[in-house]
């Protein structure tokens, strides 16, 4: 059969709240991720037999470690599938950095084999595979502008956040999202009482910027004051406001036009390499037949 290509967009987490602890170790949150205009290319055609993963990015693992492989394998079992596949995954949202990279791969493989396999999954069924492989697989199923709760299964479509001008910024840092989280003192949990999805639905863009955090900064900047520093930088560059993305290590800010947002990236491009000028898109998984 022919190949099959799908774009994995990756996201930015416009807001992020550290609610409480649970008692199966996970904690319970509340964000607003934000889909970008940036992305992997997954190719994907069906093989005689097993999983064959290869990539441009010599690293990565090509075993269950892979969430994509990972993905493959579940859907394979579940639907009790015979036929093997190869898939090529041409990276560009970099690895460890807030990005949800990985994550948004498995979305895009569940939405590709769905198709091509003709399973007929209901949503429920997806949301389920996207349970044993990661939290965010959640989100990268809705796409767009999505409120998350709980430990990030629990999804809601909002209206849409819509950017233009954003600077990201992936420094030579890799940091481990388990390893953030079990940093996590008490100390660090949310006192803010205030409905983050009221004001959301109830303020334009501009108007929301002032009540836009993300708690899992405390706990990075205690030990990478270099994350702190690139936050620094593009406020003092004019951003309206500059967030790290998830757990890190990635900060994107975002400028009200393109002149602010080039004069930022002409400085940070002295310092580092890894930098990405992108925007807010409305849908997570584009794909050709």
């Known amino acids: 059969m022919k190949k099959t290509k799908i774009k994995a967009y990756g996201k930015i987490n416009l807001y992020f709240e550290?609610?409480?602890?649970?008692?199966?170790?996970?904690?319970?949150?509340?964000?607003?991720?934000?889909?970008?205009?940036?992305y992997d290319e997954i190719t994907i055609e069906e093989a005689g037999s097993g999983i064959?993963?290869?990539?441009?990015?010599?690293?990565?693992?090509?075993?269950?470690?892979?969430?994509?492989?990972?993905?493959?394998?579940?859907?394979?079992?579940?639907?009790?599938?015979?036929?093997?596949?190869?898939i090529f995954i041409n990276k560009a949202i970099p690895h460890s950095a807030g990005l949800g990279g990985g994550s948004s791969d498995a979305a895009a493989v569940i939405e590709v084999l769905n198709d091509i396999w003709n399973l007929k999954m209901k949503k429920q069924e997806k949301h389920e595979i996207a349970s044993r492989i990661g939290t965010d697989v959640h989100f990268f199923l809705e796409g767009g502008t999505t409120y998350i709760k709980g430990k990030g299964e629990i999804t809601s479509r909002v209206k849409d956040f819509k950017w233009n001008n954003i600077l990201l910024i992936k420094p030579q840092i890799d940091i481990s999202t388990p390893y953030v989280y079990s940093k996590v003192k008490n100390e660090d949990l949310s006192k803010d009482d205030s409905d983050v999805l009221d004001i959301y639905n109830n303020n334009t863009e501009i108007e929301i910027i002032p009540y836009l955090k993300n708690d899992l900064e405390k706990i990075v900047f205690r030990e990478y004051k270099e994350i702190q520093e690139i936050k620094k930088t593009m406020i003092d560059c004019k951003a309206k406001i500059s967030l790290m993305s998830g757990s890190g290590s990635s900060v994107f800010g975002l400028f009200d036009n393109k002149k602010e947002i080039d004069e930022c990236k002409k400085i940070m491009e002295k310092k580092y390499e890894n930098i990405y000028l992108t925007k807010t898109i409305e849908k997570g998984n584009d794909y050709e037949r």
């Open 18 to 38: 550290l609610v409480s602890k649970r008692i199966d170790g996970f904690h319970n949150i509340k964000s607003i991720m934000q889909n970008i205009d940036l």
């Open 52 to 86: 064959n993963i290869e990539s441009n990015f010599k690293d990565i693992p090509k075993d269950e470690k892979n969430t994509v492989y990972k993905t493959v394998k579940i859907i394979k079992q579940k639907y009790k599938i015979k036929k093997g596949i190869n």
